[in-house]
């Protein structure tokens, strides 16, 4: 004779599997944006304007391009991105 089979066995098995891929995700570690730089054409693309548009931002102060080198200019990430990653807009914003 066969033994009494559980039907909620597996599941179970998969539930408990499903959960520990949740936590997988869950607790993976965060990307550090402390050190993320653009260059002026990346960040162009990224908030949907023209490069031109990026340096006049840059000589109203509201964002700061830095320069490496010679001709290698950088946009940090905090200067694209507010603190829930989403493109920041500098469409009709006074100089403060």
Do not use: C
Request: net charge positive; hydrophobic share 30%.
């Amino acid at each position: 004779m066969r033994d009494a089979h559980n039907p909620f066995e597996i599941i179970n098995n998969q539930l408990t599997e499903l959960k520990r891929i949740v936590l997988e995700v869950r607790d993976a570690p965060k990307e550090d944006y402390t050190l993320k730089y653009y260059t002026v054409l990346v960040a162009s693309k990224i908030l949907k304007v023209d490069k031109q548009t990026l340096k006049n931002y840059d000589k109203a102060g509201f964002l700061k391009i830095e320069t490496f080198g010679i001709n290698r200019k950088l946009i940090h990430h905090s200067y694209l991105f507010t603190e829930d990653n989403k493109p920041k807009s500098y469409k009709y914003q006074r100089k403060s």
